[in-house]
């Protein structure tokens, strides 16, 4: 058998990056196809509309529904401000009822029916930032944009905040170092810096603190991330977090070293702008957390097209992602076509995998990843 097939993740020194940059709502395209843009770039504007609040002219007035046009000093669509007189009743005996807005807005509607009048909040600005530093190759019209560009592409395992960009700095010495408080200070500010096997909860911490904006790192301890958040991280997605401090975890939970070719390829860009967005998505529609070096200047080859995902083969990078392997690193060394019978006697598809201590192994297939390199 020559190849088997397995979802793995990407590791790659150069690759064809694309990433469409669209607006939850219909707006406006800030740029046009051909234009350079940088991370900060905004290329799509638009206004999400305020929220509606309710308010019973009516009831406060003390006047029957199908009255309300009458004593309204406010029209639909015309704006209102908080505190500002909106509606007025006057009695026989000359008392006046007033009704004033609750919110800053405007008036969208009036039922004579309920009685109730709909104060619609000020509207709220939304930006779609370029995120890359590349070229806009496709514009969507008035819903986003398609960014493009060759880099260095690095994807996790799991990662919590949202996308961050700033200089890489490494943090530690080699891949095995844990990331610790005393490692960080004021002077990582506005970085992305690099971590070994573990980053700790007062690491997490002191970063958001200083100010940095994202940390890679090999592994990380659930209980730390609980500490550091405040809460446990559910199961749909991750990346809305309220927090200045992006993470990136590239292994796995637990002390585990960061892949040495991984560390390797970072390293080898210190100084360079990351892009990095921690979102994860484990369910349909998976989302990995991911690391972008964008090649600045460097212009798309024309056999960067989208490749060919290709399966696993003698000599393929892998790491095992079950129990007793969990989180070790190798390469196939033999993939046999018959099924094997497991030590719990069911039948599965196997592959022999040596792994960097040059220990040898018989695992199940779904037992392990491809690194894509």
Do not use: W
């Amino acid at each position: 058998m020559g190849h088997a097939y397995t979802p793995g993740l990407k590791v790659k020194e150069s690759l064809l990056v694309k990433k469409q940059r669209i607006l939850p709502l219909k707006g406006d395209v800030m740029v046009k196809v051909g234009d350079k843009v940088s991370p900060d770039d905004v290329v799509a504007r638009t206004e999400l509309p305020g929220n509606v609040v309710p308010i019973n002219v009516a009831n406060k007035l003390g006047i029957p529904p199908e009255d309300i046009e009458m004593v309204m000093l406010k029209k639909v669509g015309d704006p209102i401000e908080e505190g500002e007189l909106m509606a007025l009743s006057k009695t026989l005996f000359i008392f006046k009822n007033t009704c004033n807005a609750t919110i800053n807005g405007t008036l969208e509607s009036i039922s004579t029916i309920t009685g109730q009048v709909l104060q619609r909040g000020m509207p709220s600005p939304v930006e779609v930032k370029a995120y890359l530093e590349g070229e806009v190759t496709q514009v969507f019209p008035n819903e986003g944009v398609e960014v493009q560009c060759m880099a260095s592409f690095v994807q996790g395992i799991f990662g919590i905040g949202g996308e961050r960009n700033g200089p890489i700095h490494m943090a530690v010495s080699n891949n095995t170092e844990v990331l610790d408080e005393k490692a960080i200070d004021e002077s990582m500010a506005g970085k992305i810096i690099v971590g070994g096997s573990l980053v700790t909860a007062e690491a997490l911490k002191k970063a958001n603190e200083v100010g940095v904006l994202g940390i890679v790192v090999g592994g990380f301890d659930d209980k730390d991330m609980r500490d550091f958040l405040g809460y446990d991280i559910g199961v749909a997605i991750t990346g809305a977090e309220n927090i200045v401090t992006s993470l990136v975890v590239t292994e796995g939970f637990g002390q585990i070293n960061i892949a040495a070719k991984t560390f390797d390829l970072i390293k080898r860009h210190e100084g360079e702008i990351a892009c990095i967005n921690g979102a994860t998505q484990i369910r349909a529609g998976v989302i990995r957390p991911e690391i972008v070096i964008p090649a600045v200047g460097v212009p798309v080859s024309e056999n960067a097209a989208d490749e060919e995902v290709k399966g696993l083969a003698i000599n393929s990078p892998v790491r095992v992602i079950r129990h007793p392997y969990f989180g070790q690193l190798g390469t196939v060394t033999d993939l046999p076509s018959p099924l094997h019978v497991l030590g719990s006697e069911s039948k599965a598809r196997i592959l022999g995998v040596k792994f960097d201590s040059g220990e040898e192994v018989i695992v199940p297939r779904a037992n392990v990843e491809m690194i894509e390199s």
